[in-house]
């Protein structure tokens, strides 16, 4: 009669490496490694070749469907931690938060006053130049007025130094519909309820967000592709992949696009975008940030989110990331504010400019 203690020959699986953090949990597992790829080296080092972790189980009978759907668990436990903490509260937490707000506030400021010589004249010269419009998704289930957070911070930011000159909201990233018909709204200049292709030529739309929101930034651009409106600019902060959707595919009514990942803790951002249609849109850089030797402050967060999942956050509240974001958007401001006024001294033979930044 066989033993129930009798041991089979060990199974090998090879596992990417997100799955692989979850299993160091239960199974001790040791190592790192991630696909990683960019156009900087300045923010850490680059793989050219993705890894993958190679893990081995003794399987016992009987327990390999318990054995996976316990890691199952894991995984969803994990991510859903990560969601959940970008939604908590912490009174402790909030002067310390508040030094981060300030210290993000000054680092876009001097982003933003460096950017270009030109910068505050086409600002308040733009004459009729269309408003530039800039959503923002939230990460996890972190609502759209939680000061906390640097993308509403950023938003804010935005507002407060371009004026009338832009239109900065924030959305949750379960709301792609409501921010949808918001954007309609401010481009239906007649106000009929329908737009014309003239409306539709003139959007100058940005998009940006971290992590889930990240995501919902490619998925609303793809949106409004389908719907003939042209996105300048998306930022993809740290993008985690939402069931269903694509965030790796920049769709071609996107002018330009730049992502921004890291590949630290158990929640990893897409290593790289690409565009759908190269000849349409301009992919600025994949950026690997990296954290370790470089801790950002991310007391805006509950401590277990910064035990387990620091790195994701880190990204979030790092002012290198907003700073570049604020130069790129600086940018399409001043070139869609120096575009209305040649076009208004020179109506018969109008510019547009580069307004890319480098990298």
Same mark, same amino acid.
């Given at each position: 009669?066989? +033993? @129930?203690?009798? =041991? #089979? $020959?060990?199974?090998?699986?090879?596992? *990417?490496?997100?799955? &692989?953090?979850?299993? /160091?949990?239960?199974?001790?597992?040791?190592?790192?490694?991630?696909?990683?790829?960019?156009?900087?080296?300045?923010?850490?080092?680059?793989?050219?070749?993705?890894?993958?972790?190679?893990?081995?189980?003794?399987?016992?009978?009987?327990?390999?469907?318990?054995?996976?759907?316990?890691?199952?668990?894991?995984?969803?436990?994990?991510?859903?931690? +990560? @969601?959940?903490? =970008? #939604? $908590?509260?912490?009174?402790?937490?909030? *002067?310390?938060?508040? &030094?981060?707000?300030? /210290?993000?506030?000054?680092?876009?400021?001097?982003?933003?006053?460096?950017?270009?010589?030109?910068?505050?004249?086409?600002?308040?010269?733009?004459?009729?130049?269309?408003?530039?419009?800039?959503?923002?998704?939230?990460?996890?289930?972190?609502?759209?007025?939680?000061?906390?957070?640097?993308?509403?911070?950023?938003?804010?930011?935005?507002?407060?130094?371009?004026?009338?000159?832009?239109?900065?909201?924030?959305?949750?990233?379960?709301?792609?519909?409501?921010?949808?018909?918001?954007?309609?709204?401010?481009?239906?200049?007649?106000?009929?309820?329908?737009?014309?292709?003239?409306?539709?030529?003139?959007?100058?739309?940005?998009?940006?967000?971290?992590?889930?929101?990240?995501?919902?930034?490619?998925?609303?651009?793809?949106?409004?592709?389908?719907?003939?409106?042209?996105?300048?600019?998306?930022?993809?902060?740290?993008?985690?992949?939402?069931?269903?959707?694509?965030?790796?595919?920049?769709?071609?009514?996107?002018?330009?696009?730049?992502?921004?990942?890291?590949?630290?803790?158990?929640?990893?951002?897409?290593?790289?975008?690409?565009?759908?249609?190269?000849?349409?849109?301009?992919?600025?850089?994949?950026?690997?940030?990296?954290?370790?030797?470089?801790?950002?402050?991310?007391?805006?967060?509950?401590?277990?989110?910064?035990?387990?999942?620091?790195?994701?956050?880190?990204?979030?509240?790092?002012?290198?990331?907003?700073?570049?974001?604020?130069?790129?958007?600086?940018?399409?401001?001043?070139?869609?504010?120096?575009?209305?006024?040649?076009?208004?001294?020179?109506?018969?033979?109008?510019?547009?400019?580069?307004?890319?930044?480098?990298?």
């Amino acid at each position: 009669m066989p +033993s @129930a203690e009798r =041991q #089979t $020959a060990p199974t090998t699986i090879r596992t *990417p490496a997100l799955f &692989a953090s979850v299993l /160091a949990f239960s199974a001790a597992v040791s190592g790192r490694g991630f696909p990683d790829s960019g156009d900087s080296a300045a923010f850490g080092s680059i793989n050219k070749e993705p890894r993958s972790h190679v893990i081995t189980f003794h399987r016992y009978p009987g327990t390999t469907g318990r054995q996976l759907a316990f890691l199952l668990f894991l995984l969803v436990v994990c991510v859903s931690f +990560s @969601a959940v903490a =970008q #939604t $908590a509260q912490s009174q402790a937490d909030v *002067p310390r938060g508040l &030094a981060m707000q300030e /210290a993000l506030t000054l680092v876009l400021r001097s982003a933003v006053d460096t950017a270009s010589p030109d910068s505050h004249a086409a600002v308040e010269n733009g004459g009729n130049a269309p408003r530039v419009i800039v959503i923002g998704f939230m990460g996890g289930f972190a609502r759209s007025n939680d000061q906390k957070h640097p993308e509403v911070q950023f938003a804010q930011y935005l507002r407060d130094h371009y004026r009338s000159d832009i239109h900065a909201e924030v959305f949750g990233n379960h709301h792609g519909r409501k921010a949808l018909q918001e954007v309609q709204r401010l481009l239906d200049g007649n106000g009929d309820g329908t737009l014309s292709s003239a409306e539709k030529e003139d959007a100058r739309i940005i998009i940006y967000g971290h992590s889930w929101g990240a995501t919902e930034t490619v998925v609303f651009a793809r949106e409004l592709g389908k719907r003939g409106i042209p996105v300048l600019l998306t930022v993809q902060v740290d993008s985690i992949a939402k069931l269903g959707r694509d965030n790796s595919k920049i769709p071609a009514n996107v002018v330009k696009a730049i992502n921004f990942y890291q590949s630290g803790g158990p929640l990893h951002g897409r290593a790289e975008i690409f565009a759908a249609d190269p000849a349409q849109t301009k992919i600025i850089g994949n950026l690997h940030m990296t954290y370790e030797g470089h801790s950002i402050n991310c007391n805006n967060y509950p401590w277990f989110a910064r035990t387990f999942n620091k790195p994701h956050h880190e990204i979030e509240n790092d002012p290198r990331v907003w700073n570049h974001a604020a130069l790129l958007i600086d940018s399409e401001i001043v070139t869609t504010n120096l575009t209305a006024r040649e076009s208004a001294s020179w109506p018969c033979c109008s510019s547009t400019p580069d307004g890319g930044s480098q990298f």
